[in-house]
């Protein structure tokens, strides 16, 4: 170990590589004394968001135990810098009240009493359940339902593997609406905007503090600012990422469309938009609105007409619905046209997933991309294809045959993803039943809205019979599970993992870090719960030996792709698995291997990570090469096709790439919306949310009165309710927890243990003078929640916010669950679908192999909400459109901290009237869905048309 130098000049961030394999630190406990520890490094993926940032494990050589997780400075993306939930990890795979072997119920379900059970039992169970049911031709029974993937393709190649449509997500309840509002335009669903190289930053949201990809966003926001560009942040809440901006703009909820489109109004109106980048990218030629056609028009005709449909969105329009200053609006405008090319901004939930209609907030900011020409350019908005990598495995099964209806059901054709926050709706109207049923890391009594609609279902065997909990922590799903089985955190288990974080393309692999170092000793391990804690197994090596135990012989098809690509006939392992992919599928890393004398598997294992390419600007512009052409055809349009699909189009007389859509352009006018029953939005428009401000003030007009649909989304309050309306904001993430994972995190709870009711200082006097502290009661539509008030500036009055990430619960006092996050409740039904629970005591010192659970100082656990909640499935996007319209009150005298109500009788009559807004498939052809829309584990065409 190198002693410090005053001048500094030998220290660094991370240590470099060569010292991995024996990285000497001073202990901090033995302190004064110097007391030199060794360490051996491995890296590995962050498995606490979605960011897949790189952890580096430190194995202590003496105890042989992960000491602490650093960054990881070979990993592309997070560059050697973790938040505070990467280190966390370290909390996790040492919590006292993991679960370390598979169990099973020994009680009625929720009962709470369980046995240890074996791996070959619980592959025994499901290998026949599910054998059977495929045999018996009831294959839709059985479903995987996900909360956090962090892996790519491996469950969509297994469950193909199988035959079934059985992938259920999260998605719906996340980012679904923003997904629609920009596939629509580019077929990707997901942005990648450039922030590093912008000029000019528009967030919607806080995505300095708590976004998605959230760390390494983070670090080239920044990297931009110190560059000199300018960011503007647009949220109701003045959030520590708005406190960074150079602008804040407050919108009231529901809005942001209505000043995306005044930004654009201006670009437009002052003639600064890239008319070049217009004419030759988007499908102006198909326009059609306000009685005007584009066929056969000029472009300057075309835009003409643009201009009028848009000059109804003033800034002063937009001032009037958002709060936000005219003036504002139009200085704003002006520096994103200056930014011109360079010209970035993000959008993942926020408006999207809180409102009706809030897909088109995306819609409405890619529209500024558009008229900027900053798409897919350096410092713009690229598209998450571009900058993920995603490498195929030795085999690919054909799709699946089936459609499965409670998963995609005719009613919401645009989805996204799977309808599944309305699963239990759908067993509940007997749409279907699920008779084998795993829950991946995946809590939705608790993350949902309508958790107890959901206790109401899995409690029921004859909706689902079988339901295997795979988890890493206890959550409040588990605990209504029949087995309950323990899957590795960060550095337990094998993944592979790419994500669109910044203009690049690489991969991160995600590895079992004891494993990994005992068998570079020469030890050697059948499974990887041989070398974890406990039997905490991976998953990998679940669905592998499961394929099997359905198909021991191999009689059903399903077995053969489970087989070594290496030798024949035997069961494939997770090296074989991840080896083929590193050798055969990622370009330039075999070679950049060689270089160093190591297999690209073993590559893989010393850094944890390789970056592909950081070619990645423009390619729209990609030409098509001769294989691409051959037997192509060019229709009228300029679309190249090849056997009826599009390939490409034709730019200034050149066949290129162009974009995913129907017509390779980016589509500002859709007709898929027009053919899909929704002509009104075939172009970016602004239209008023459930909860707009017009629903607390009559005098704003009716929420509907800007569209011309038949929407009552306005709540209908009992005549004797009591209290004052606001638009509650449930959905705002702390930066230092993430949903159920971070429970068992002891140094993230001693951070973040509450969640009051945030609310302006106008609105806490027109209360009667409400303080921080004081209790308040908030009705949703289906029952209420009490929690205590915070009252702060940082919120426009008319709204109040609450952050989800607390109120974990547990329902037994000393279950070893989560005891350092939840309450002790007491947990009733009062009445059929009526529930009713109490807090009986907050969070509490414990005693257990940890010594810090028996100095635990806080004593809340925060109070939970999203029970409260009814299901909004937006008619279009089909997202869970997470605002809620509230009546807020004091609590009265029985009233208390933490109590909750709800009636799951008035939820599914919620669930009624927002299904009745939608307007359902069959589409052209008799469609369930567009073609050309990407769906999860996508079936084979023929089950993309409805029999009749
Ligand atoms: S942003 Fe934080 S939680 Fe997310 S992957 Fe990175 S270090 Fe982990």
Redesign the pocket.
């Known amino acids: 170990m190198d002693d410090f130098k005053r001048d500094g000049s030998n220290l660094s961030t991370c240590p470099p590589v060569e010292k991995w394999d024996d990285w000497v630190e001073y202990d901090p406990e033995a302190w004064p004394r110097r007391v030199a520890r060794h360490y051996e490094l491995v890296p590995t993926?962050?498995?606490?968001?979605?960011?897949?940032?790189g952890?580096l494990a430190y194995v202590d050589k003496e105890t042989g135990e992960v000491a602490k997780f650093e960054g990881n400075p070979k990993h592309p993306a997070?560059r050697g810098r973790?938040?505070?939930?990467?280190p966390a990890t370290i909390n996790q795979i040492h919590d006292p009240d993991r679960i370390l072997y598979p169990m099973k119920r020994s009680g009625a379900r929720g009962s709470g009493h369980w046995a240890r059970v074996s791996w070959d039992e619980v592959l025994e169970v499901f290998g026949t359940r599910i054998r059977n049911a495929f045999q018996e031709g009831r294959g839709e029974e059985v479903m995987y339902h996900v909360g956090r993937p962090g892996h790519d393709f491996i469950m969509d190649r297994t469950l193909q593997a199988w035959g079934i449509d059985g992938h259920n997500s999260h998605t719906n309840v996340c980012s679904s609406s923003a997904r629609l509002g920009y596939l629509l335009w580019h077929y990707a669903d997901r942005p990648s905007p450039d922030h590093a190289n912008a000029r000019f930053i528009l967030l919607l949201s806080a995505h300095l503090e708590s976004g998605h990809?959230?760390?390494?966003h983070a670090q080239r926001i920044i990297d931009g600012k110190m560059a000199g560009a300018k960011l503007a942040v647009m949220d109701p809440r003045l959030s520590n990422t708005a406190s960074m901006a150079d602008y804040w703009m407050p919108t009231y909820p529901g809005t942001e469309a209505a000043v995306l489109l005044a930004l654009a109004m201006v670009i437009l109106s002052e003639n600064r938009f890239d008319a070049g980048f217009m004419k030759k990218w988007t499908n102006w030629e198909d326009l059609e609105m306000d009685g005007f056609k584009a066929k056969g028009q000029s472009f300057e005709a075309v835009i003409e007409a643009i201009k009028r449909h848009y000059a109804r969105y003033t800034p002063q329009f937009a001032e009037k619905e958002s709060g936000v200053n005219a003036e504002i609006i139009v200085k704003i405008a002006r520096e994103i046209a200056d930014a011109g090319s360079r010209f970035a901004s993000h959008l993942w939930r926020g408006s999207a997933s809180g409102n009706l209609g809030g897909w088109m907030s995306a819609r409405a900011l890619t529209l500024l991309h558009v008229l900027t020409g900053s798409v897919g350019t350096e410092g713009g908005h690229n598209l998450n294809a571009w900058n993920k990598f995603v490498p195929r495995p030795f085999t690919v099964p054909p799709p699946q045959k089936r459609w499965n209806e409670l998963l995609y059901p005719l009613e919401w054709p645009l989805c996204t993803h799977e309808m599944s926050f309305l699963l239990p709706h759908f067993l509940k109207e007997g749409r279907g039943r699920v008779d084998a049923y795993f829950t991946r890391v995946f809590n939705p009594v608790w993350t949902y809205p309508d958790g107890f609609s959901w206790i109401e279902v899995l409690r029921d065997e004859k909706k689902i019979g079988l339901h295997a909990a795979m988890t890493p922590t206890w959550s409040e799903t588990a605990w209504f599970a029949d087995y309950v089985l323990p899957m590795g955190f960060s550095s337990e288990r094998h993944d592979l993992m790419s994500q669109e974080t910044h203009a690049g393309r690489w991969i991160g692999f995600r590895q079992p870090v004891l494993r990994v170092l005992q068998e570079k000793r020469g030890q050697k391990f059948d499974y990887t719960y041989q070398a974890n804690p406990g039997e905490v197994w991976e998953e990998d090596e679940f669905w592998i030996n499961l394929s099997w135990a359905i198909d021991p012989d191999g009689s059903m098809g399903i077995r053969q792709w489970f087989e070594s690509p290496y030798r024949p006939g035997q069961k494939i392992t997770v090296d074989e698995y991840y080896g083929w992919i590193f050798e055969n599928s990622v370009p330039g890393l075999p070679e950049t291997a060689k270089k160093e004398g190591l297999t690209p598997l073993q590559y893989m294992r010393k850094y944890g990570a390789f970056e592909v390419t950081t070619d990645v600007y423009r390619l729209n512009e990609r030409p098509l090469s001769d294989a691409d052409l051959a037997g192509s055809q060019v229709g009228p349009s300029g679309v190249v096709t090849k056997e009826g699909k599009p390939v490409g189009v034709m730019v200034e007389g050149k066949a290129v790439a162009g974009y995913g859509t129907p017509s390779r352009k980016l589509e500002l006018f859709s007709k898929t919306m027009a053919d899909w029953k929704w002509p009104e939005f075939a172009l970016p428009e602004y239209y008023r949310s459930h909860i707009h401000r017009s629903g607390q003030d009559a005098s704003l007009g009716s929420p509907s009165e800007d569209f011309n649909s038949k929407y009552t989304p306005v709540v209908d309050w009992p005549k004797d309710a009591r209290g004052a309306v606001y638009t509650l904001l449930p959905i705002f993430r702390l930066p230092n927890l993430?949903h159920t994972r971070s429970g068992n995190a002891k140094v993230l709870y001693e951070i973040s243990h509450k969640n009051p009711l945030w609310m302006n200082p106008d609105d806490a006097e027109k209360l009667g003078n409400v303080q921080t502290g004081d209790l308040l009661k908030v009705h949703t539509e289906i029952g209420f929640f009490v929690l205590h008030a915070w009252i702060t500036e940082g919120l426009a009055p008319g709204v109040v916010a609450c952050s989800h990430h607390l109120g974990r619960w547990r329902t037994n006092k000393d279950d070893q669950i989560e005891r350092l996050s939840s309450a002790w409740v007491d947990l009733k039904e009062v009445g059929k679908g009526q529930w009713r629970m109490r807090q009986i005591e907050g969070v509490e010192p414990y005693a257990s192999p940890d010594p810090d659970t028996n100095r635990v100082w806080w004593r809340e656990a925060g109070v939970h909400q999203n029970l409260t909640f009814p299901v909004h499935p937006d008619p279009i996007s089909g997202m869970h459109c997470w605002h809620q319209m509230v009546r807020v009150e004091k609590a009265g005298r029985d009233d208390r901290y933490g109590d909750i109500f709800v009636d799951t009788n008035l939820s599914q009559a919620v669930y009624q009237k927002w299904k009745a807004l939608a307007r359902p498939a069959p589409g052209p052809g008799g469609l369930r869905r567009p073609l050309w829309i990407p769906r999860v584990v996508r079936p084979e065409e023929a089950a993309f048309y409805t029999k009749g």
């Open positions: 993926i962050c498995f606490n968001c979605e960011s897949a940032c952890l997070s973790l938040c505070a939930k990467g990809y959230f760390n390494p993430i």
